[in-house]
C-alpha cells in the first residue's frame, strides 16, 4: 500500500468533499503517494489499464455500499488491494474488515500493520452482493430511498404509494432453502464464510409492512424484522415475471427462475480487525 487511487461518492453518506480532503493529508501524512482520484458517478470508475499505468497498487474507496459494489465489480480481476472506509450510510462491509469506524484511524492502521484477507459474496448471473441483497415487492421500497437521498419529495410520495401497492399484493416464493414454502414480501441473502444466510419475511399485518417500508427508507433494511431464517447454498425464485432485486442496495432485474448462489474474492480487501483466535 504505497500507491493509491481514491475513489469517493460525496453524495454518499458521509463522504463530503471535507473530509475527502482530510484523508488525502492522512495519505500525505503516511507518505502514500495519490496516484488518482475519481468522483464516482460524475466520474468513471478506472479501468485496469489505468491503474496500472498510474502503477497504482491500493484502490481507496470513501463511498457507500452501492458505489464500492460497482467498484468491486468492475475490477474483480484486478490484482490490487481494496481498503474500504466508512464513508455510506450503512458501511456494513468497513464494520467486517475493521476495528474503528473513523477513516483517518483505518488509514493508518492499514499501513502499519494492514492484511489482505477474502470477502465471501452472493451473486445471480453478472450482479454480486458483498453486504447482502434483497429480492420480492419489499425490494421496491429502495426506489422511495434513494429519491428521498435525491431530495425528490414529490418523487418519494409517489414512489411509496407503488411499493405500499407491491408489497401488499402477492409475494414471491423461492425454491431450493428448505422450510421457506410461502410467498414472501421479501427475501433477504446475506453472503457468509459457508453458505449464504437467507431470511424470509412474511408480513401479512399492516404494521409489519409499515415497519418494513420504514426499515427501509431509513437505511436498516439489513436489519428488517425476518420470520424465517435458513442457511443454504443456493436459492432460486419461483416467479412468473421478471424480479426486482437490489445488490448492496442498486436495483437489478433478475430472471423469474434466477438462481442466487455465494463465493468467495481472492484476498484482496485490506483488513485492520486483528485475526481471530
Known amino acids: 500500500m504505497e500507491r493509491v487511487w481514491f475513489i469517493t461518492n460525496r453524495a454518499s453518506g458521509s463522504a463530503s468533499a471535507g473530509k475527502c480532503e482530510a484523508l488525502e493529508a492522512v495519505f500525505?501524512?503516511?507518505?502514500?503517494?495519490?496516484?488518482?482520484?475519481?468522483?464516482?458517478?460524475?466520474?468513471d470508475i478506472p479501468s485496469e489499464v489505468e491503474l496500472a499505468a498510474a502503477n497504482a497498487d491500493t484502490i481507496v474507496l470513501f463511498a457507500g455500499d452501492g458505489t464500492i459494489n460497482a467498484t468491486l465489480c468492475?475490477?474483480?480481476?484486478?490484482?490490487?488491494?481494496f481498503l474500504i472506509l466508512p464513508g455510506g450510510t450503512m458501511n456494513l462491509l468497513a464494520k467486517a474488515l475493521h476495528h474503528s469506524l473513523d477513516p483517518a484511524e483505518i488509514i493508518h492502521a492499514a499501513h502499519e500493520h494492514g492484511r489482505r484477507v477474502p470477502l465471501p459474496f452472493a451473486e445471480a448471473g453478472p450482479h454480486r452482493a458483498f453486504a447482502g441483497l434483497i429480492v420480492g415487492p419489499a425490494a421496491h421500497w429502495g426506489r422511495a430511498r434513494e429519491a428521498a437521498r435525491d431530495g425528490q419529495p414529490r418523487r418519494v410520495v409517489e414512489l411509496i404509494g407503488k411499493a405500499w401497492t407491491r408489497t401488499f399484493g402477492k409475494g414471491l416464493r423461492v425454491s431450493g432453502v428448505p422450510g421457506m414454502t410461502r410467498r414472501y414480501q421479501a427475501v433477504f441473502v446475506h453472503p457468509a464464510e459457508q453458505r449464504l444466510e437467507v431470511a424470509a419475511v412474511d408480513a401479512r399485518d399492516l404494521r409489519s409492512i409499515a415497519q418494513?417500508?420504514?426499515d427501509w427508507l431509513t437505511g436498516d433494511w439489513i436489519d428488517a424484522r425476518a420470520v424465517t431464517y435458513r442457511h443454504t447454498d443456493r436459492v432460486r425464485l419461483a416467479a412468473r415475471k421478471p424480479v426486482l432485486a437490489l445488490f448492496d442496495g442498486e436495483p437489478e432485474t433478475l430472471a423469474p427462475d434466477a438462481e442466487i448462489t455465494g463465493g468467495t474474492t481472492r484476498p484482496v480487501f485490506i483488513a485492520t480487525k486483528a485475526e481471530e483466535a
Open 28 to 43: 500525505e501524512e503516511r507518505g502514500l503517494t495519490l496516484a488518482g482520484r475519481t468522483d464516482f458517478p460524475n466520474e
Open 74 to 81: 468492475k475490477l474483480a480481476d484486478w490484482n490490487g488491494g
Open 212 to 214: 418494513l417500508g420504514w
